[in-house]
Nanobody, 123 residues
Framework: QLQLVESGGGLVQPGGSLRLSCAAS????????IGWFRQAPGKEREGVAY????????AYADSVKGRFTISRDNAKNRADLQMNSLTPEDTAVYYC????????????????WGQGTHVTVSS
Protein backbone atom coordinates (compact mmCIF):
# COMPACT_ATOMS: atom_id res chain seq x y z
CA GLN A 1 0.00 0.00 0.00
CA LEU A 2 1.33 3.45 0.85
CA GLN A 3 4.93 3.19 1.99
CA LEU A 4 8.06 5.22 2.50
CA VAL A 5 11.37 3.39 2.72
CA GLU A 6 14.62 5.01 3.83
CA SER A 7 18.02 3.76 2.77
CA GLY A 8 21.65 4.82 2.83
CA GLY A 9 22.34 4.79 6.55
CA GLY A 10 25.45 3.29 8.03
CA LEU A 11 28.66 3.97 9.91
CA VAL A 12 30.73 7.00 9.00
CA GLN A 13 33.68 8.77 10.61
CA PRO A 14 33.42 12.32 11.97
CA GLY A 15 33.81 14.80 9.15
CA GLY A 16 32.50 12.32 6.63
CA SER A 17 29.44 12.39 4.42
CA LEU A 18 26.42 10.21 3.88
CA ARG A 19 23.47 10.37 1.52
CA LEU A 20 20.07 9.09 2.61
CA SER A 21 17.24 8.28 0.22
CA CYS A 22 13.49 8.06 0.74
CA ALA A 23 11.53 6.06 -1.81
CA ALA A 24 7.75 6.13 -2.01
CA SER A 25 5.47 3.38 -3.25
CA UNK A 26 1.71 3.14 -3.51
CA UNK A 27 1.33 6.88 -3.96
CA UNK A 28 3.02 9.77 -5.74
CA UNK A 29 5.13 12.27 -3.86
CA UNK A 30 4.54 15.15 -6.25
CA UNK A 31 1.66 16.53 -4.16
CA UNK A 32 3.38 16.04 -0.79
CA UNK A 33 5.86 17.96 1.25
CA ILE A 34 8.73 15.84 2.56
CA GLY A 35 10.38 16.05 5.95
CA TRP A 36 13.42 14.33 7.39
CA PHE A 37 13.43 13.69 11.13
CA ARG A 38 15.84 12.04 13.49
CA GLN A 39 15.76 10.61 16.96
CA ALA A 40 18.81 9.87 19.06
CA PRO A 41 18.75 7.74 22.21
CA GLY A 42 17.37 9.71 25.13
CA LYS A 43 16.39 12.68 22.98
CA GLU A 44 13.17 13.95 21.47
CA ARG A 45 12.44 13.57 17.79
CA GLU A 46 13.90 16.47 15.85
CA GLY A 47 12.79 17.84 12.52
CA VAL A 48 15.93 18.11 10.40
CA ALA A 49 14.95 19.20 6.91
CA TYR A 50 11.92 20.00 4.78
CA UNK A 51 11.18 20.43 1.12
CA UNK A 52 7.92 21.55 -0.46
CA UNK A 53 6.01 19.46 -2.97
CA UNK A 54 7.65 21.10 -5.97
CA UNK A 55 11.03 21.75 -4.37
CA UNK A 56 10.47 25.48 -4.27
CA UNK A 57 11.00 25.85 -0.54
CA UNK A 58 13.35 24.20 1.92
CA ALA A 59 13.90 24.53 5.64
CA TYR A 60 16.54 23.18 8.01
CA ALA A 61 17.07 22.85 11.71
CA ASP A 62 19.75 25.16 13.04
CA SER A 63 21.75 22.14 14.13
CA VAL A 64 22.26 20.98 10.53
CA LYS A 65 22.03 24.21 8.55
CA GLY A 66 24.90 24.54 6.13
CA ARG A 67 25.81 20.86 6.42
CA PHE A 68 22.70 19.02 5.20
CA THR A 69 20.90 19.45 1.89
CA ILE A 70 17.47 18.07 1.06
CA SER A 71 16.41 17.40 -2.51
CA ARG A 72 13.73 15.54 -4.39
CA ASP A 73 13.11 13.94 -7.76
CA ASN A 74 9.40 13.57 -8.31
CA ALA A 75 9.93 11.63 -11.53
CA LYS A 76 11.67 8.96 -9.45
CA ASN A 77 9.24 9.34 -6.55
CA ARG A 78 12.20 9.91 -4.25
CA ALA A 79 13.70 12.41 -1.85
CA ASP A 80 17.29 12.55 -0.62
CA LEU A 81 19.20 14.02 2.28
CA GLN A 82 22.86 14.80 1.69
CA MET A 83 24.72 15.00 5.01
CA ASN A 84 28.20 16.51 5.16
CA SER A 85 30.64 17.33 7.95
CA LEU A 86 29.03 14.76 10.19
CA THR A 87 29.66 14.75 13.92
CA PRO A 88 28.85 12.22 16.64
CA GLU A 89 25.87 14.40 17.57
CA ASP A 90 24.31 13.44 14.24
CA THR A 91 24.07 9.81 15.34
CA ALA A 92 20.39 8.86 15.27
CA VAL A 93 17.69 6.95 13.47
CA TYR A 94 16.61 9.05 10.51
CA TYR A 95 13.03 9.00 9.21
CA CYS A 96 11.43 10.47 6.15
CA UNK A 97 7.82 11.59 6.18
CA UNK A 98 5.26 12.91 3.70
CA UNK A 99 2.52 15.39 4.43
CA UNK A 100 0.12 17.82 2.83
CA UNK A 101 1.46 21.10 1.53
CA UNK A 102 0.02 22.82 4.59
CA UNK A 103 2.43 21.20 7.06
CA UNK A 104 4.58 23.31 9.30
CA UNK A 105 7.95 22.48 7.71
CA UNK A 106 9.85 20.89 10.60
CA UNK A 107 6.83 20.04 12.74
CA UNK A 108 3.92 18.59 10.79
CA UNK A 109 1.49 17.01 10.79
CA UNK A 110 2.96 14.40 8.47
CA UNK A 111 0.74 11.60 7.22
CA UNK A 112 3.16 8.88 6.16
CA TRP A 113 6.35 7.72 7.82
CA GLY A 114 9.14 5.37 6.93
CA GLN A 115 10.65 2.81 9.28
CA GLY A 116 13.91 4.67 9.66
CA THR A 117 17.55 4.12 8.81
CA HIS A 118 20.40 4.14 11.32
CA VAL A 119 23.22 6.65 11.06
CA THR A 120 26.21 6.24 13.34
CA VAL A 121 29.02 8.79 13.35
CA SER A 122 32.02 7.44 15.21
CA SER A 123 35.75 7.03 14.87
Amino acid sequence: QLQLVESGGGLVQPGGSLRLSCAASGFFLDTYSIGWFRQAPGKEREGVAYISHNGGRTAYADSVKGRFTISRDNAKNRADLQMNSLTPEDTAVYYCAAGAYTVVPLEGPYDYWGQGTHVTVSS
